[in-house]
């Protein structure tokens, strides 16, 4: 595709709620990233995949985020019983994996927890 | 842990100006620093990298290690350069730590 595509773009959820959010990286791309972005701050690491393999979740949350990507390609983050500090926007990346290589991100996904 | 702090939230220059974003950062390796833009409506886009000594659009950005920073300039601003700016630091990874943005207004 053109670049990296996430959907839905916005989402409200009530809370208590579970959501899942996916991300279509760039085809070929080995490196896919999630981050959270809180309104006013910048990116925060979530999670991290080369290829099918998760190597870093260091940045999720609580154990209420989960995130994986079966094939290599597709990623979905899910975050199950929303509470309203998930609001937030959430942001895609994806790479080629090689060192110094350009990150390009989604639209990102605009969750609103009510 | 690394760290990356841009002092400036909002930053406001005239046309024609010079325009300096601040970033300093913490890191213990050896950091690969990059600067983002977000311009209005858009998605998050790399304007530079350090290891590429590049200017892009008109700005340039020194890693200086010894003050730990990575200023974005640009000697003479234009209006269709107001956007959010994000400074970055990666791991070995390739995961990156954000700074927190400056907004650039860039007035007629």
């Known amino acids: 595709g053109a670049g990296v595509s996430q959907s839905p773009r916005y989402k409200v959820a009530k809370r208590g709620q579970d959501v899942a959010l996916r991300c279509d990286p760039i085809?070929?791309?080995?490196?896919l990233f999630w981050y959270q972005q809180a309104l006013g701050q910048g990116p925060e690491f979530l999670t991290y995949?080369?290829?099918?393999?998760?190597?870093?979740k260091s940045g999720l949350p609580s154990d209420r985020f989960f995130a994986e990507r079966p094939e290599g390609s597709v990623s979905t983050l899910k975050i199950q019983r929303t509470q309203q500090e998930d609001s937030a926007v959430y942001l895609c990346?994806?790479?080629?994996?090689?060192?110094?290589?350009?990150?390009?991100f989604g639209q990102g996904t605009r969750l609103t927890v009510v | 842990a690394q760290r990356v702090t841009q002092p400036e939230k909002l930053l406001s220059v005239f046309k024609g100006a010079p325009v300096e974003l601040k970033c300093n950062y913490s890191?213990?390796?050896?950091?690969?620093l990059f600067w983002y833009v977000q311009y209005s409506r858009q998605r998050l886009q790399l304007l530079l990298r350090?290891?590429s000594r590049e200017s892009i659009k008109g700005f340039t950005a020194d890693l200086n290690k010894g003050e730990t920073s990575f200023h974005l300039k640009k000697p003479f601003a234009q209006e269709e350069d107001s956007a959010m700016y994000y400074c970055?630091?990666?791991?070995?990874?390739?995961?990156?730590?954000f700074g927190d943005g400056t907004t650039l207004t860039v007035k007629p």
């Open positions: 990346a994806s790479s080629s994996g090689h060192l110094n290589t350009e990150a390009f």
């Open positions: 085809s070929g791309h080995v490196s």
């Open positions: 995949f080369q290829n099918e393999a998760q190597l870093d």
């Open positions: 890191y213990s390796g050896s950091p690969e």
């Open positions: 350090h290891i």
């Open positions: 970055a630091v990666n791991t070995n990874a390739g995961k990156s730590t």
